[in-house]
Nanobody, 119 residues
Framework: QVQLVESGGGLVQAGGSLRLSCTAS??????????MGWYRQTPGKQRELVAT???????NYGDSVKGRFTISGDNAGNTVYLQMNSLKPEDTAIYYC???????????WGQGTQVTVSS
């Protein structure tokens, strides 16, 4: 069982920066073809990809955040970070940490953290 704890959300003005963190207990992105990442959701819309990183440290980004957001992981692979720069009001959403197990293909989700970007 993997548990995810997120932190770092908040309120920021447009053009500003925030960094989100997600720590996994019971799993690591460094092993077993696991993948961790971030998704976001606003009311009435589907959850969308923000960024992911896998055990080979390959990253993938949603089109709307490319060039502005960077995902990275610590050496142990237990914590991933999302550095968000040049934030826009349309980045306002609840951001969810995600862990995909390469062993059993189970999906795990964090509780979500609110990011609000004011214009």
């Amino acid at each position: 069982q993997v548990q995810l704890v997120e932190s770092g959300g908040g309120l920021v003005q447009a053009g500003g920066s925030l960094r989100l963190s997600c720590t996994a207990s019971g799993g690591s992105v460094s092993y077993n073809n696991n993948r961790m990442g971030w998704y976001r959701q606003t009311p009435g819309k589907q959850r969308e990809l923000v960024a992911t990183i896998n055990s080979g440290r390959t990253t993938n980004y949603g089109d709307s955040v490319k060039g502005r957001f960077t995902i990275s992981g610590d050496n142990a692979g237990n914590t991933v970070y999302l550095q968000m720069n040049s934030l826009k009001p349309e980045d306002t959403a609840i951001y969810y940490c995600h862990f995909l197990s390469g062993q059993n293909h189970m999906n795990y989700w964090g509780q979500g953290t609110q990011v609000t970007v004011s214009s």
